[in-house]
């Protein structure tokens, strides 16, 4: 596919999505989370192009899906680093019925361990720790590790759960932990 019809095509999915009444997930899209439970869902599959100059990346999901994500221009730039074909996790949070909140761009096997760069434009902490029977976001599942990230700055964990929230405030590790690179783009509690 060419620039110019992977920029065509980016518009157009997001313009389908504003055509439908739907917010266009990403950065843009994000809302602060409220008093409801947020379920963290993620979307699996391969990158397929990347638009500096829409702030839009496209991937095709595992299901064959291609989708449509907006983030701020330091997280496209970070994404614009890898190649199309590279495998790619959206990992978000559903904010009511349609809206979502990402967490996290992620890249698979781009690093031998798991690296969480903090692109989020303010300090966080990183709380990590244990699954219980491979699930992640158990109550009391063990210690809790916490790993400070000045904005722009990056950390390492071993833990096989990990969630991120502004500095001062906590969450429950609820999220896989994997080898890779992850772009944490909106922390919340």
């Known amino acids: 596919m060419s ?20 917010k266009a997930p990403g950065a843009a899209a994000q809302t602060p989370p409220g008093p409801t439970l947020l379920r963290n869902k ?26 449509a994500w907006r983030f701020e221009a330091a997280v496209i ?17 559903q904010v009511g019925t349609a809206d979502k909140s990402v967490t ?7 690093a031998t361990k798991p690296i969480y760069v903090n692109m989020t434009g303010r300090s966080v902490v990183l709380h990590s720790g244990p699954a219980v029977d491979g699930t992640c976001g158990r109550a009391n599942a063990g210690p809790i590790n916490e790993s400070p990230i000045g904005s722009g700055s990056l950390t390492e964990i071993a833990d096989a759960c990990w969630c991120c929230a502004p500095a001062g405030e906590s969450c429950t590790p609820s ?5 890779g690179r992850a772009l944490l783009v909106h922390c919340s509690p």
């Open 3 to 22: 620039w110019s019809s992977s920029r065509v095509a980016l518009g157009a999915v997001l313009l389908c999505g504003v055509a439908l009444g739907t």
């Open 104 to 110: 996290a761009l992620a890249f698979p096997g781009a």
């Open 175 to 179: 999220n896989k932990s994997g080898l």
């Open 77 to 93: 730039a970070e994404a614009a680093r890898f190649n199309p074909g590279d495998p790619v996790v959206v990992i978000y949070r």
């Open 42 to 67: 993620s979307v699996r599959g391969t990158l397929e192009s990347v638009d500096k100059s829409l702030n839009g990346l496209i991937i095709k999901t595992d299901t064959g899906e291609r989708m």
